[in-house]
């Protein structure tokens, strides 16, 4: 069995688990094969089954991306920033500090999953640059100002 190589073979029967066929892998037999034909036999199973990962991935990607809100701003926007306690270990050490500070100026767009945030350096003493996952648009309206006093 040391000559056996193994060859995709696309199924027609669906899968019960995702829209694409099944992809089963059998172990076929060469004997006597030349090089270079074995050469070719080869690169058209990577072709192959790089295809069938790459359809495999888009439709993945599809699937999990369908109820995704894309987050895009634009300098000069207000936003709300997240404490994650990795980056504000100071800031995070209490269930009852808060969870996040602002609003403050998106000042550029380094792309569409990072902004360079106005931070006051000498506040936070982080990099001002955060990922959109931190990032929460500031909708104008101050909470503590709707608040009357008692």
Do not use: Q
């Amino acid at each position: 069995m040391a000559d056996a190589l193994l060859c995709a073979v696309d199924v027609e029967e669906e899968d019960e688990r995702s829209d694409s066929p099944r992809t089963i892998f059998k172990a076929v037999k060469r004997v006597n094969m030349e090089a270079s034909k074995r050469a070719d036999f080869v690169r058209k199973i990577h072709v192959k089954t790089k295809e069938l990962i790459e359809k495999k991935g888009k439709s993945n990607a599809a699937r999990m991306n369908k109820k995704r809100k894309e987050m895009l701003f634009k300098p000069g926007d207000m936003v709300w920033v997240h404490f994650r306690k990795d980056r504000f270990p100071k800031l995070r050490k209490s269930k009852l500090k808060p969870r996040g500070a602002g609003p403050y100026k998106v000042l550029a767009k380094i792309n569409d999953n990072a902004y360079s945030i106005d931070l006051p350096v000498d506040e936070f003493g982080v990099s001002n640059s955060f990922n959109v996952a931190d990032l929460t648009p500031y909708d104008g309206e101050d909470l503590g100002a709707s608040v009357d006093a008692f």
